[in-house]
């Protein structure tokens, strides 16, 4: 079982940038697939990114090119680089941790953090 912690959510002007992490406490961190998702006001939970065991990335059409997702089994931690930030950016993230595949979809992951709020207004 692994424990997900997300932080680096806060308010950013449009065009601005921000990078969430993700620290991920107990057992075997690099066993897992990691994904990014996101919920916001009115809408169904949304996957955005997602990386390997080791490597390979996927991303969701609507940040493909500005976000970047990235982890360092070392330090267990997984990121989310996101740049040229949008009004509907604006979102609660979440960190999520997959023993299955590598995968967008909420269904096939396990383990999920509490959220980190993303606002994007001028």
């Known amino acids: 079982q692994v424990q997900l912690v997300e932080s680096g959510g806060g308010s950013v002007q449009p065009g601005g940038s921000l990078t969430l992490s993700c620290a991920a406490s107990g057992y075997g961190f690099s066993n897992y697939y990691m994904g990014w998702f996101r919920q916001g006001p009115g809408k169904e939970r949304e996957g955005i990114a997602a990386i390997g065991k080791i490597r390979g990335t996927l991303y969701g059409d609507s940040v493909k090119g500005r976000f970047t997702i990235s982890r360092d089994n070392a330090k267990n931690t997984l990121s989310l680089q996101m740049n040229s930030l949008k009004p509907e950016d604006t979102a609660m993230y979440y960190c999520?941790?997959?023993?299955?595949?590598?995968?967008?979809?909420?269904?096939?992951?396990?383990?999920w953090g509490q959220g980190t709020q993303v606002t994007v207004s001028s």
């Open positions: 999520a941790a997959s023993p299955f595949m590598l995968s967008l979809a909420a269904s096939t992951y396990n383990y």
